[in-house]
């Protein structure tokens, strides 16, 4: 349990991933690479990892990533992670959002 201060009026403590709100808990995962490090698989590596943190140790529900429609490089990412691929919300219009759900928790 994190230290936490507690009055009558006001609990203060550090955020943990208990706090993500349960009836929403994802995160968007961001990626960015030098050119020269393009086409080796490096960022499929990492996100890989982050997508297993995220599942594993936060036990978050799902990741979204948000590309434009043009990038093929950051959506064949998404699908590589087996994101499903879909127009993102009306404030991010022209925008791919691609979502993949922590398999643990489909049901
Ligand atoms: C998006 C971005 C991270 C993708 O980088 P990337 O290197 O294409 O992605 P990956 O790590 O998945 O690598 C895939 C390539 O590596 C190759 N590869 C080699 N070894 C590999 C391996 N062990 N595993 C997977 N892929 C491998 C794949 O065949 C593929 O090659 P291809 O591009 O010729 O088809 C990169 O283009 C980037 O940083 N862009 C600028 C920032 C950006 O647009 N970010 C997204 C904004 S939302």
Do not use: C
């Not at 955020?15 to 995962?29: K, M, N, R, S, W």
């Not at 429609?69 to 993102?88: F, H, V, Y």
């Amino acid at each position: 349990m994190p230290h936490q201060l507690e009055t009558e009026r006001l609990i203060l403590r550090p955020f943990t991933p208990d706090d993500i709100p349960a009836a929403y808990p994802l995160v968007e995962l961001y990626y960015k690479l030098g050119r020269a490090y393009w086409g080796q698989g490096y960022a499929f590596e990492a996100a890989v990892a982050l997508r297993h943190f995220a599942f594993e140790d936060m036990r978050l529900h799902r990741i979204v990533t948000i590309a434009d429609a043009a990038n093929g490089r950051s959506l064949a990412l998404m699908r590589r992670l087996g994101m499903t691929l879909e127009p993102a919300p009306p404030s991010w219009a022209g925008e791919m959002m691609g979502t993949v759900v922590n398999p643990k928790m489909r049901d």
